[in-house]
C-alpha cells in the first residue's frame, strides 16, 4: 500500500463529505476522469469534476462511509479498489424525480487511479434501481409482486 496515496485518498473523502469543493478537486489531477455506470455519464478534468459533485451533492445530502463487511483493496501501488456505502437523504430533483427527503443506504464499489501524487479519476458502479426505490421511484414496477419482498 502508497502510504501517500492512501493519506491523500482520506483527505479526499474529508472534503467530499464536509461538501468542500475546493478541497475535494485540490486531491483531484487536472486531467481526472470519473464515470458513473449506473447513469451513464462521465466528466473530465476539475470543471466535470465540480459538474460531478455539484450534481450529487445537490441531488443528496451524502456522507461516503465503509460499513460493515465492505472491503477495500490496492490492486497495485497505482489503483485502490473500495466497497463503501453512501448514507443521506434525497434533497434535490435526481432523474426527473423531485426531493422526497427519504433517508438512503446506498452501497457502492469504487475503483481510483492515480498519476503525479493525485487522484486521476474515479469508477464507480451502484444498483440505480435500489436507488431510485429508497427515493420514492418504482423503476421495474413487477418486482413489487415478487415473493420474499419486503
Not at 474529508?14 to 487536472?30: C, F, I, R, S, Y
Amino acid at each position: 500500500m502508497n502510504a501517500d496515496l492512501a493519506a491523500l485518498i482520506r483527505r479526499h473523502l474529508q472534503a467530499e463529505n464536509a461538501h468542500d469543493l475546493a478541497g475535494t478537486l485540490a486531491t483531484l489531477h487536472p486531467e481526472c476522469r470519473f464515470a458513473d455506470f449506473a447513469t451513464g455519464q462521465s466528466w473530465s478534468g476539475h470543471e466535470g469534476a465540480a459538474a460531478h459533485y455539484r450534481q450529487w451533492w445537490t441531488c443528496f445530502d451524502v456522507e461516503v462511509r465503509r460499513g460493515a463487511g465492505q472491503q477495500a483493496y490496492w490492486a497495485a501501488d497505482d489503483v485502490y479498489i473500495a466497497e463503501a456505502t453512501w448514507h443521506g437523504r434525497h434533497v434535490g430533483r435526481f432523474l426527473g424525480i423531485e426531493p422526497s427527503g427519504r433517508a438512503i443506504v446506498q452501497p457502492f464499489v469504487v475503483f481510483l487511479s492515480f498519476r503525479d501524487g493525485l487522484m486521476a479519476g474515479e469508477r464507480f458502479h451502484y444498483d440505480l434501481a435500489s436507488l431510485l426505490r429508497q427515493i420514492g421511484a418504482d423503476p421495474i414496477p413487477a418486482l413489487a409482486g415478487l415473493d420474499h419482498r419486503p
